[in-house]
């Protein structure tokens, strides 16, 4: 079932968490909390992430429901960034 929005969204958290991650000697995992509804997409991505230039951290996915992302990061999650369906 195709979302509206859904490419863009998944995108938009390529571009930021490619924007946003310094190069690192031994890169620490990634963390990206995301809705469960991305998880297909968001894993799709992750073999182009290993492919880019540079040194580039492991990713490590969260998927879950809203309420329970915003449960995690309240808790101290340490994620870069948070995708949200509407």
């Known amino acids: 079932m195709r979302h509206p929005g859904t490419r863009r969204d998944l995108l938009g ?3 930021a968490v490619l924007a946003g991650t310094p190069a690192l000697a031994q890169p620490a995992p ?3 909390f995301a809705a469960a509804s991305l998880q297909d997409g ?3 991505l992750e073999p182009l992430w290993r492919q880019g230039r540079g040194e580039r ?3 490590r996915f ?3 429901a809203s309420s329970a992302l915003a449960r995690q ?3 101290g999650g340490a994620g870069r960034s ?3 369906r509407r």
């Open 13 to 15: 958290l390529a571009a």
């Open 30 to 32: 990634l963390t990206v």
């Open 42 to 44: 968001l894993r799709a």
């Open 57 to 59: 951290p492991p990713l």
């Open 62 to 64: 969260s998927f879950a």
């Open 73 to 75: 990061i309240e808790q």
């Open 82 to 84: 948070l995708r949200l």
